[in-house]
């Protein structure tokens, strides 16, 4: 929903994205293609993927239409040797993982946009090393983005929390600030954590985070806080930038975009 809204969270991408130099191209690893192979999308023109239900009507008319580039497909695939990443040409796009903060970022569509897959039968190790190994990218012209949510526990989300989170939410949104902005490398420490299973029943939206995590290490840096705050109980909106230096927000009206009825809110396992 905050692809159609206007609150603090979308004016943050709104503001990293004017603030950033023009990339060549941009990869984004979304918690929304959860499958079990490693692929980057390598068509010319990719379509935008509604991969949702019991949204309003305007969410599924919304249109991403950034070119794709197959140059930069090869060069992902070619770069992490000897990891094997193949080359989707047909069967996805830009999910609304991608697309939802794009919009804001860059609305103009008009840089090339690839999406890398999230191996469902990898361990998070695997991640962390595959986010390293795309470092390189960085310094040819190549935005990485990592899309996803610290916290993703859709069962237990409270409509009274509109602007809120539990505190097991806030302890673990909290830990993994702490490794993001001092110790990169340890991330993957946060599966020990005592509130891990609530704050990643599924691993999907958890795991763009360590390719975030992983570039940090290669780069031998830290990463900042774009934004953060917690919604509906369960969700963490956290937002970290790699080597960006982006004007502070402002921390009022930080409001979370409202979700649609609660009975078509879908289970965690959607993804998988």
């Not at 526990?153 to 929390?161: E, F, G, K, S």
């Not at 946060?190 to 891990?196: A, G, I, N, T």
């Amino acid at each position: 929903m905050n692809a159609l809204e206007h609150n603090g969270y979308t004016e943050a991408w709104r503001t990293f994205g004017s603030s950033s130099s023009r990339p060549r191209a941009i990869l984004v690893i979304s918690a929304h293609w959860y499958v079990n192979f490693s692929a980057v999308t390598a068509m010319t023109r990719p379509k935008t993927i509604h991969d949702f239900y019991g949204f309003p009507d305007e969410l599924f008319a919304v249109e991403y239409p950034a070119p794709g580039d197959p140059a930069v497909a090869a060069e992902v695939a070619e770069i992490v040797k000897p990891t094997w990443v193949g080359l989707d040409h047909d069967s996805w796009g830009l999910d609304h993982g991608t697309w939802s903060v794009l919009l804001h970022a860059f609305p103009k569509a008009d840089i090339p946009v690839v999406q890398l897959s999230i191996n469902a039968d990898r361990p998070l190790e695997y991640h962390l090393e595959l986010g390293a190994k795309l470092a390189p990218l960085r310094q040819l012209g190549v935005l990485i983005i990592g899309s996803g949510n610290v916290v993703h526990n859709l069962r237990r989300i409270d409509w009274n929390q509109p602007d809120g989170g539990f505190d097991w939410a806030h302890r673990f949104d909290d830990a993994a600030r702490e490794h993001l902005t001092t110790s990169p490398a340890g991330i993957v420490g946060l599966r020990d954590h005592s509130d891990f299973h609530a704050a990643v029943p599924t691993p999907d939206h958890f795991i763009p985070l360590l390719y975030i995590a992983g570039l940090a290490g290669a780069a031998g840096s830290t990463a900042d806080v774009l934004v953060d705050g917690c919604a509906y109980g369960s969700l963490s909106m956290t937002a970290y930038t790699l080597g960006a230096h982006c004007p502070e927000q402002p921390h009022s009206d930080i409001a979370a975009a409202p979700l649609p009825n609660p009975a078509v809110v879908p289970p965690d396992n959607t993804n998988t």
